[in-house]
C-alpha cells in the first residue's frame, strides 16, 4: 500500500476500512493531492471532488483520492465517509460491480456507506463542502427564437432549441455582460 498522505484522520480510516471490507492492500495507492492521483490515471481531476477512486488496469492498481480541501471537517466523521465510500467502490470493482452513483448521496451506494460508518443518511450526503459557482457574467440571445441564455465565460454557441447540432447561422449574440 502507497499512502501519499500525513493526515492521521485519513490513514487511520484507511487501515480501518481495508480491514473492515477485506481489501488486498498491496497494489493499493491512497493520495490526498489532487496532482498527485490525476498523475497516476493520466488525466485532471476536478477540484469539486470530494474523492476518487479509479482502477488503473495497465498498472493494476487501485487509486484512491480524498481531497481534503472539500471535506467539511467541521462534521464528526466527514473524513470517514469520503474514505469509507471509496473503498467501497473498490470492493465494487474487486466483486465486479461496476455502476457507479446512481445519484449522489441518494443511491445504494451511500445507503451501504451510511451503515457502514453508522453515520446517518444526511451526514453522508453533507459530509462535502459545496462547491462554489461562479455567477452568470454574460447574455446571449438567439437571433431566430430571442431564448436567452446566461454563461459564465464568453464564447460561440448556437440555439439549442433552434438546432441540436452546432449551426452556425444560430449563432448566439452578446447582448449584456
Not at 23 to 41: C, F, G, K, M, Q
Not at 133 to 139: A, E, K, W
Not at 155 to 163: E, V
Amino acid at each position: 500500500m502507497i499512502l501519499d498522505t500525513v493526515d492521521d484522520a485519513v490513514i487511520f480510516h484507511v487501515h480501518r476500512y481495508v480491514s473492515i471490507l477485506e481489501l488486498p492492500s498491496d497494489n493499493l495507492w491512497i493520495t490526498t493531492s489532487r496532482h498527485t492521483y490525476a498523475e497516476w490515471i493520466g488525466r485532471k481531476v476536478p477540484s469539486a471532488y470530494g474523492g476518487a477512486y479509479c482502477f488503473i488496469r495497465k498498472r493494476g492498481i487501485h487509486a484512491v483520492l480524498v481531497n481534503l480541501p472539500r471535506i467539511d471537517r467541521e462534521q464528526r466523521c466527514a473524513i470517514e465517509i469520503v474514505v469509507a465510500e471509496e473503498l467501497v467502490h473498490m470492493r465494487d470493482q474487486l466483486d465486479g460491480d461496476r455502476r457507479r452513483h446512481a445519484h449522489h448521496g441518494h443511491d445504494r451506494i451511500a445507503v451501504r456507506v451510511a451503515h457502514l460508518t453508522g453515520a446517518s443518511m444526511e451526514e453522508v450526503r453533507s459530509a462535502l463542502i459545496p462547491p462554489r459557482r461562479r455567477p452568470l457574467r454574460y447574455t446571449y440571445e438567439c437571433p431566430k427564437c430571442g431564448t436567452r441564455v446566461g454563461r459564465r465565460v464568453r464564447g460561440t454557441w448556437s440555439c439549442g432549441r433552434c438546432a441540436s447540432r452546432f449551426d452556425p447561422h444560430l449563432v448566439l449574440r452578446l447582448v449584456g455582460e
